[in-house]
């Protein structure tokens, strides 16, 4: 349930594959506006975590370019925590699948280091021919690993739903 009145969006901005040595890899900017209580669930102590969502797609044309069959040939979702630490007054934002942490003294620094994304390596399986590879990208709140008696509220709340739509990179 989106609000046209809710601005508040996630936005994916950007998106471009190029080809480094024998390989491709992915460079875009993910823009995180978040909430008023979005923010003040964090600020609480409440963890929050993004993904970003990643599809490598091959699409076969069936109709010239009108129409294409589209089959999908990879998929990751990357994940990543954000938690406030009142003591230290700081944010700390986590790799869910390495682990890695990386602490901030702002929000803004946070989101900005959560949003960029450099030369992320795509599979070379699938990149062997990219004549007609699609790489579509988004981004959202993973509402589901949040504590349990927020769920409800936040999976019915447009304060919640802050989900990017997906966004077609640009191979070079």
Known sequence: MQSTANAAIFSVNNPIVSRIGNGYV???QISYPLT?????ALQNGVPITFF????LIDAFPLIGNFWQWETTLWEQIIRYQLRYHALSEQYVLESLDTKHQQSFPSLTGALAALGKISKMPLPPKFTSSTEDLLLEIRSGLDLNALPTPMRPGALISDKWDLTSPWVRAVWQ
């Open 52 to 55: 970003q969502e990643l599809k």
């Open 36 to 40: 008023p209580r979005v923010i003040e």
């Open 26 to 28: 992915l460079s875009a």
